[in-house]
């Protein structure tokens, strides 16, 4: 699955996702998009899944509409040791959703 990690992710984390394409939002040069911009890049060039902290995106966009598989990952801090131990959740969340589907992995 191609999937994408907003800029407030750690990139490290991408490492833990062995199996998919992972790509960060900076990778892409996307900094500073707002989300329904985001949305609709992502859509446009494949990716299939976007993974945040950002706990405000599920009232902001209409992500069913948008076609992609959000997670988004709630822990004590965007940290990569706090975010970390979610990895497994992570992982099944990504396989488990459809597109325009949103899941929250929290400890």
């Known amino acids: 699955m191609r999937v994408l990690l907003d800029e407030c992710v750690p990139h490290p984390l991408k490492r833990d996702l062995a199996g998919h394409s992972v790509n ?5 040069r996307w900094q500073g998009i707002e989300n329904g911009e985001l949305l609709r890049r992502m859509r446009e060039t494949g990716f299939e899944a976007f993974v945040t902290v ?4 599920t009232y902001q966009q209409n992500l069913q509409a948008a076609g992609i598989r959000v997670v988004v990952l709630a822990a004590r801090t965007n940290k990569l040791r706090d975010l970390r131990p979610l990895v497994p959740s992570l ?5 488990r959703l459809q597109p325009g589907e949103i899941a929250i992995v929290s400890a």
């Open 91 to 95: 992982r099944e969340a990504l396989t």
């Open 54 to 57: 950002d706990q405000n995106l």
């Open 24 to 28: 960060t939002v900076p990778e892409m």
